[in-house]
């Protein structure tokens, strides 16, 4: 069934409430005060079951000056407006404000209902018709049909109900992609079962017995119940005025203006970036730093206003702005709000969302102007762009990047798929990275400039090992993408891995003939020393003259794979590793076992200090095996060649 909010906006005593009695039957006046004002106060909730069989959400909203926060929180998620007027009065300054707030907030369509016709005669009522289409001109109600009701006589009811049937008609289905999200209006205590929170629900859908948090204050409950105009659902939607009974949450836990949705969906957040429509009939300029009344959704926050590159606002001016808030709200990015002056208490403007977790900006750099038109102007495809640009190599989480633009399901997996190659996804443990492949082919050079950097200062050494390379490029980057960038390189060919280093593809240590010769000279000490090698810092000491020279040539015969290093400070020449393989094989073939004794005797008397990383080589080489004390050949167990 189609789901669809209608609100009531109005001045004061114009027969809001009244009309919707005369409609649904329900009095929403439902407070003592209320009854005994003769005005409403609160939010007042009715349903109005039309012909087409469509059921429409009735929101009654108070028209006194006073209660506009309330009408504010009224408004937000309706899908029409019914602009009330009474004939008696005419066009009054509440009917003006409330028509400017729900342009504001987005409503695309309504009617407006001349109300208390039984007070006028005809040619009255004509004169104030006159008056309405000339205050409606140029807003999004100029077109709209209008009907003039009796609620005491019921006089245009039935026409009143058959142009709401029609307007239903045209409005758009909700969407069901996204968070559900449920800003609340009312919340209250029912004996027996406990919490209950109620709101239009903005978006996707929930269920009973789902988890759900309650917003900015990141309170979890689960959903006992759900109530749509006082019935029993198994789940609310997109567009359902909606009664949550909440598990696990108290009352003074929630309050109007928190958000209940999903967990983890959403982010708390005190900096938003907007576009801004400052009315024309704003009383004065919109000065840089001005506190105002910022409404959002159901909420009210004090905030105050930055602009860039000025220091005022002219009325009817539309600018990028950004809202600095005493408290954190949630949102998403097109969200609609409203701002009202501190004084006098009136709307002064409102618009959209353009960033909901936004950093503090630099009001006089001209590049912050530039990138908050660039998100006034930028569709989805844009906007993500422009998100993954600004985290650079660092990326983004994909769950965050989603928030950020505000897309959801299909369509979020619609503009991944038509961004392409433009977007590189590494995934993770938990859930994937983001990175655009500008930044990435960026970082990606940056490593190669590291090696190329390294090569030039160190042109003998063999390269860099994993762990250096990353201490050398951004560390924004995370290690999965440092991985996955060079995991593309390797692929390429633009790098190179020999054993634990890494270096440039077209990288070769080149050996003057001086180097040659001393490379030559320390791999024969390691030669010679056969089955006992010095410590390297030893056997390089004596070449003090040239230690820099030494020591990265003795890496090179390292990453040659001459020198092999058995452990910390024991490297043994390759041929001695063979001739100690050689000697072990045949003896074990002649004798079956071999013990450390033997292996000494072999050696030619070398001391354990060597005779142990030896035989421990060997069973790594998967030559030997050992059996308690004793060493035997590996089943398979051979020469190598």
């Known amino acids: 069934m189609k789901r669809v909010v209608l609100g009531t906006a109005g001045h004061v005593d114009h027969g809001k409430t009244t009309l919707v009695k005369a409609l649904t039957g329900v009095d929403t006046d439902r407070l003592k005060e209320e009854k005994e004002r003769g005005i409403t ?105 209008m009907v003039a009701v009796s609620a005491v006589t019921g006089e245009g009811l039935d026409r009143l109900v058959e142009i709401l049937d029609e307007l239903v008609r045209k409005v758009p289905d909700r969407s069901l992609e996204g968070p559900f999200r449920l800003p609340v209006d009312r919340v209250f205590t029912v004996k027996g079962f406990g919490t209950v929170v109620t709101g239009t629900a903005l978006s996707g859908r929930l269920e009973v017995g789902q988890e759900v948090e309650v917003y900015p204050k990141g309170v979890l409950a689960r959903v006992r119940r759900i109530q749509s105009h006082g019935e029993e659902r198994e789940e609310a939607l997109a567009g359902m005025r909606t009664a949550l009974n909440l598990q696990g949450v108290e009352k003074e836990e929630v309050s109007r203006g928190d958000v209940v949705a999903e967990p983890g969906v959403l982010r708390p957040s005190q900096i938003l970036d907007l576009e801004l429509l400052y009315l024309k009939s704003a009383p004065r300029p919109l000065r840089n730093l001005e506190k105002v009344h910022f409404h959002l959704g159901t909420a009210e926050i004090m905030g105050e206003m930055v602009l860039f590159g000025k220091d005022r606002l002219e009325p009817g001016e539309r600018d990028v702005v950004q809202v600095r808030l005493s408290e954190p709200v949630v949102c998403l990015r097109g969200d609609r709000f409203v701002i009202r002056s501190g004084s006098p208490l009136v709307t002064v403007g409102g618009g959209r ?137 390797l692929a390429a060919g633009r790098i190179s891995a020999e054993r634990e280093f890494l270096r440039l593809s077209t990288h070769r240590p080149v050996l003057p003939e001086e180097a040659e010769a001393l490379k030559r000279e320390i791999e024969e000490i390691f030669r010679k020393a056969g089955f006992t090698p010095p410590d390297p810092e030893e056997a390089l000491s004596r070449f003090r003259d040239r230690p820099r020279l030494a020591l990265d040539l003795f890496e090179v015969l390292v990453q040659d794979g001459v020198l092999v290093r058995l452990s910390e400070k024991l490297y043994f020449h390759r041929e001695a590793l063979e001739r100690a393989r050689k000697l072990a094989v045949d003896y074990l073939r002649k004798h079956g076992e071999m013990g450390v004794g033997d292996f000494r005797r072999l050696t030619g008397g070398a001391s354990r200090k060597y005779l142990i990383p030896l035989l421990e080589y060997l069973d790594r080489e998967k030559v030997t095996i050992r059996v308690g004390d004793k060493r035997i050949l590996r089943k398979g167990g051979r020469l190598k060649g």
């Open 41 to 145: 106060i609160e939010l007042g909730f009715a349903r109005l079951d039309l012909p087409s069989g469509v059921r429409v959400g009735i929101v009654d909203v108070p028209g006194h000056e006073r209660f506009v926060r309330t009408m504010v929180a009224g408004a937000a998620g309706v899908d029409l407006v019914a602009l009330v007027v009474a004939a008696d009065e005419g066009v009054r300054p509440q009917t003006r404000e409330h028509l400017e707030i729900c342009e504001l907030l987005g409503v695309k369509a309504g009617l407006v209902v001349l109300t208390k016709k039984d007070l006028v005669d005809e040619e009255w009522l004509e004169l104030v018709r006159e008056e309405v289409r000339e205050a409606l001109k140029g807003t999004f109600l100029e077109a709209a049909p």
């Open 353 to 489: 969302v353009l960033n909901p977790l936004a950093r503090r900006r630099k009001r006089t750099k001209p590049w912050e102007r530039e990138e908050l038109e660039r998100l006034r102007r930028g569709g989805d495809r844009e906007v993500l762009l422009y998100h993954l640009e600004k985290a650079r190599e660092a990326g983004l989480r994909e769950s965050l990047l989603r928030f950020k633009v505000s897309v959801f399901g299909d369509s979020w997996d619609r503009l991944l798929a038509e961004l392409g190659d433009e977007v590189v996804r590494v995934p993770g443990e938990e859930e994937s990275v983001l990175i655009s492949r500008r930044a990435f082919e960026e970082f990606k050079e940056e490593i190669l400039r590291a090696l190329a950097g390294f090569h030039e200062r160190f042109p003998l050494k063999p390269g860099l090992t994993k762990e250096e390379l990353r201490a050398r490029v951004s560390d924004r980057a995370s290690s999965r993408i440092f991985e996955a960038a060079l995991s593309e390189l």
